[in-house]
């Protein structure tokens, strides 16, 4: 099967995924296409299976914990308030989850709810930018390598 997320693990590693953050056990920590909430990212797992539950016990726990482990870098390096996880799996079949940094800058009535409920102008109004993003790419990227460390 060729979904999106399919297609962005095969740039990943063939190293043409500009937004590739870095590799992790369970996959790629990449920054999402829309930035309008600066460090926004999604964790592809590799293989991708089509959901979680399709995992192990032991693949899960290493997945989950890789997407903590990216929102404590994103919460670290941007300052955020607190990290927003989402696993849909609505549209393709191909397990990817969301790591949202939430930022107490949000207007209240936008901060307390889910963040694809911004107006979709808006969310696309920052895309990402391989030159503006690669500093944020780098500090996440470090953040990430100094806790597998501990």
């Not at 999604?42 to 016990?57: E, H, K």
């Not at 919460?75 to 079949?93: H, K, S």
């Not at 990817?96 to 939430?102: D, E, G, K, L, Y």
Request: proline share 6%; net charge negative.
């Amino acid at each position: 099967m060729s979904t999106l997320i399919h297609q962005r693990v095969e740039a990943a590693r063939s190293g043409n995924n500009p937004t590739v953050i870095c590799r992790m056990p369970s996959g790629w920590a990449v920054l999402c296409d829309v930035q309008f909430l600066r460090g926004y990212s999604i964790l592809l797992p590799d293989p991708v299976p089509t959901d979680l539950n399709a995992l192990d016990r032991q693949k899960r726990g290493e997945y989950l914990l890789d997407m903590t482990v990216l929102g404590d870098a994103i919460m670290e390096v941007t300052g955020a308030y607190r990290i927003n996880y989402e696993i849909l799996g609505n549209l393709d079949p191909a397990l990817h989850a969301h790591v949202i940094p939430r930022y107490l800058s949000e207007p209240d009535d936008m901060r307390k709810g889910p963040a694809f409920l911004y107006d979709k102008e808006f969310r696309n109004s920052v895309m990402f930018d391989t030159e503006r993003d690669m500093d944020l790419i780098e500090q996440i990227a470090g953040a990430i390598q100094r806790r597998s460390r501990l």
